[in-house]
């Protein structure tokens, strides 16, 4: 058996001169080293010899075997060593180069807005909340003062939800995307704390598109209910709000209107950067304006029906309601100059880098 030990041997170390990766290596293995290999296949033998033949082909069999291990993890280590170095050929990196930096991103900007809201009106003790944006058109409209069937309806172009051709359905009426904030007076009211002070701003929906409007804006809906509520806190409001979000020096107006849920309603006016309110530029018509004001939203002292609706006492309790789009408001910021507000969910990130 020895001279064939020495044969396998031979045979080993010239096929392992000959392997040129990991793959070869481990067939080599297989070949003469594993369990049904060939080094295997002679050690069958063994069981034929007498007693001190087997010490001795045993004895020199294991010194063959430990030789070739030996060589065989040599030249697995010299592999990978040569691989590591290809490697380090092919995949070179400078550590010292400067990296590349992503670019910072920012908050939209009507996140923007938002934010800039929700942070002055808190300092009102205005707290943020939240309402659904699909709804029933119940709250919408009905509880609002708003009927079925109510024409004022119609003013605010709603989205409704249908499940293939059926408008969907339930115990407070359709389902529609909230085409205002509104929707939030009387929900807020159904909690059943008081007083309140809430800021409701979501996005709100309408078939409407147009260098003015787009069919998914944000309104800020704001709703103060308490005992003995007056006109002149709903006006102080408006105007600690646009002495801050738009400057100082604009004023503002309350101008006569109709809402079913406010009684009385009013639109929401702010003084024109350009002619300061005086409807003159330069000795012309001012062209941003024509009249001296810009109207912003809606406002009101919330009709008694509301206050009803929401689970109160109106001979208890009154309160005022104000709402407005964001986009809207923050295209009148001075410099703004938005010619067309579709602009805003274009996703350029041209236009949306710059604020
Ligand atoms: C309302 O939606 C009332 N809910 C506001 C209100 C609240 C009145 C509380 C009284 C008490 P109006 O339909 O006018 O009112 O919309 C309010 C504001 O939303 C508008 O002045 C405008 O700023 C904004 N807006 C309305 N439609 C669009 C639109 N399609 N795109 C962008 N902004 C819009």
Request: glycine residues 10%; charged residues 30%.
């Amino acid at each position: 058996m020895k001279p064939k030990l020495e044969e396998l041997k031979v045979g080993f170390l010239a096929a392992l001169d000959n392997v040129k990766d990991d793959q070869g290596l481990e067939e080599l293995r297989v070949e003469y080293l594993g369990r049904k290999g060939k080094l295997g296949d002679i050690l069958k033998g063994l069981k034929d010899l007498s007693v001190e033949e087997k010490k001795d082909i045993g004895a020199f069999a294991n010194t063959v075997k430990a030789e070739l291990e030996s060589v065989f993890k040599r030249k697995q280590a010299e592999l990978a060593h040569e691989l590591a170095g290809a490697k380090a050929q092919d995949e070179w990196i400078d550590v010292t180069a400067p990296g590349i930096a992503p670019e910072p991103g920012h908050l939209h900007f009507s996140t923007q807005a938002i934010e800039e809201f929700v942070d002055i009106f808190k300092q009102l003790g205005f707290v943020r909340v939240r309402h659904p944006e699909v709804d029933w058109d119940y709250y919408a409209f009905e509880a609002l003062n708003m009927p079925k069937g109510h024409p004022a309806r119609d003013e605010w172009e709603t989205f409704f939800i249908a499940d293939g051709d059926k408008v969907m359905e339930g115990e407070k009426g359709k389902m529609v995307l909230t085409p205002h904030t509104s929707n939030g007076q009387v929900r807020e009211m159904e909690k059943g704390y008081m007083p309140l002070r809430m800021m409701s701003i979501n996005k709100t929906y309408r078939r409407q598109a147009d260098v003015t409007h787009v069919p998914m804006f944000h309104q800020l809906e704001g709703l103060m209910i308490d005992k003995n509520v007056t006109l002149a806190q709903l006006k102080g409001t408006f105007d600690f709000f646009v002495k801050r979000f738009f400057g100082p020096d604009r004023e503002v107006r309350l101008r006569p209107h109709h809402f079913p849920f406010t009684e009385p309603s009013f639109e929401l006016d702010i003084s024109c950067n350009t002619c300061h309110g005086s409807g003159e530029f330069e000795g012309n018509r001012c062209r941003m304006c024509k009249e001296g004001w810009h109207e912003l939203g809606g406002a009101g002292m919330v009709h008694p029906n509301v206050i009803r609706a929401g689970g109160l006492d109106p001979e208890e309790y009154n309160g005022f309601a104000f709402g407005w789009g964001v986009e809207r408001c923050m295209s009148m910021k001075s410099g703004m100059n938005l010619r067309d507000l579709r602009i805003i969910y274009k996703n350029d990130i041209r236009f949306l880098k710059q604020f």
